[in-house]
């Protein structure tokens, strides 16, 4: 059994080439025991959040794939999940709002979901673009004291993994606010301009605990 690895990612502001390193996690195969927990910058208590991230996954057809999952001890509180049919949605304690949007691929893309709780106003954004503006759960309030991982979704308190619902492929770049950003703010992040980092978890500083067949590569942002 391979160990868990603590990582500490460290920014590195000098830009080389007109690039920036950057560490990105690689899932090189289906499994049910690779993933890699996150641990948030202050407690999760939002009533509204937006959450990006880089990806990229050669995964497709009638396939779910988990992108990004925070479960307290009884409930999954914030899941973002490729649907079998090829759309994306998120769902909080249950139900899930859905959308149709381009699917992801091998090349790298953009990704992020905005919610408010104050209106339900939740929508998707793909390499800056903005999807339709939907409502879902307005005045839900996402409860602190769970975990979040990336890789897995976990049926019961980090447990449970279905290596069919397995995220393969390379994700970096997962930055978490609580509150809606701006879409200028989102198209400047897309394009590699400096925003705010994230309050919630900042990659530039964030602390993660891989597990299972996961690699931690150096690229390029």
């Not at 490729?82 to 304690?93: H, I, K, N, P, T």
């Not at 979901?113 to 339900?120: I, K, Q």
């Not at 929508?123 to 602190?144: E, V």
């Not at 989102?186 to 067949?213: C, H």
């Amino acid at each position: 059994m391979r160990l868990p690895v603590i990582l500490f990612l460290t920014a590195i502001s000098t830009v080389l080439a007109g690039s920036v390193p950057i560490q990105t996690l690689v899932f090189p195969s289906e499994t049910s025991t690779s993933y890699v927990e996150m641990v948030p910058l202050k407690p999760i208590n939002l009533k509204a959040f937006t959450l990006c991230m880089r990806v990229a996954t050669e995964l497709s057809g009638e396939r779910e794939i988990i992108l990004f999952a925070y479960r307290t001890q009884y409930y999954d509180e914030l899941n973002v999940w490729r649907e079998l049919d090829g759309r994306y949605s998120f769902a909080l304690s249950g139900g899930s709002v859905v959308f149709s949007v381009p699917d992801l691929g091998a090349m790298q893309t953009h990704f992020c979901v905005t919610w408010d709780s104050s209106s339900g106003a939740s929508a998707l954004f793909m390499d800056g673009r903005k999807s339709l503006t939907k409502l879902y759960k307005k005045g839900h309030t996402i409860p602190p004291g769970g975990k979040v991982i990336i890789g897995q979704d976990p049926d019961s308190y980090l447990g449970e993994f279905d290596a069919k619902q397995s995220f393969v492929g390379e994700i970096n770049d997962v930055n978490m606010w609580d509150s809606v950003l701006s879409d200028s703010t989102i198209k400047d992040m897309f394009s590699g301009k400096r925003v705010p980092r994230g309050n919630i978890f900042d990659w530039e500083t964030i602390q993660l605990t891989t597990n299972g067949a996961v690699e931690v590569v150096n690229t390029e942002l």
